[in-house]
């Protein structure tokens, strides 16, 4: 039964990280947390900060057996609904049943926005 679940995790974190490379340069899956970033650190490494010196758009999100939590969603581009992009890919890539916890909420008002436009998927904040 293990094995189902690694195989099912390994999936849904291939079909997330492929649905995110229309957005950012770099996409890069260490265990199961999904980083994507327009720069590379010096380790080569995508760039998910804000106090990035150059104009960074960034994602961290780790993928759980029934969620996602979205660890970091950083746009310092002056790209409009790079947000509102990246959880439409999030949406569109996972199972109904699944619950997207965000993990800090530091949007004034974004997230609450976003839950009440899509009403039929479970947002938690942490």
């Not at 999936?11 to 899956?29: A, H, T």
């Not at 199972?95 to 997207?100: C, E, L, M, R, W």
């Amino acid at each position: 039964m293990k094995l189902i679940l690694e195989i099912s995790s390994f999936q849904l974190i291939r079909k997330i990280s492929k649905s995110l490379e229309n957005l950012f340069d770099y996409v890069q899956v260490k265990k199961n947390t999904i980083y994507c970033s327009n720069i590379l650190d010096k380790g080569k490494n995508p760039v998910v900060r804000i106090d990035s010196k150059k104009p960074c758009k960034g994602l961290m999100l780790k993928v759980n057996n029934d969620s996602v939590e979205i660890k970091s969603i950083v746009n310092s581009t002056g790209e409009k609904g790079l947000a509102s992009k990246v959880i439409e890919s999030i949406i569109t890539s996972i199972p109904t049943k699944f619950k997207i916890l965000i993990a800090q909420d530091v949007s004034g008002g974004f997230w609450d926005n976003l839950i009440q436009k899509y009403p039929d998927v479970s947002f938690e904040k942490k």
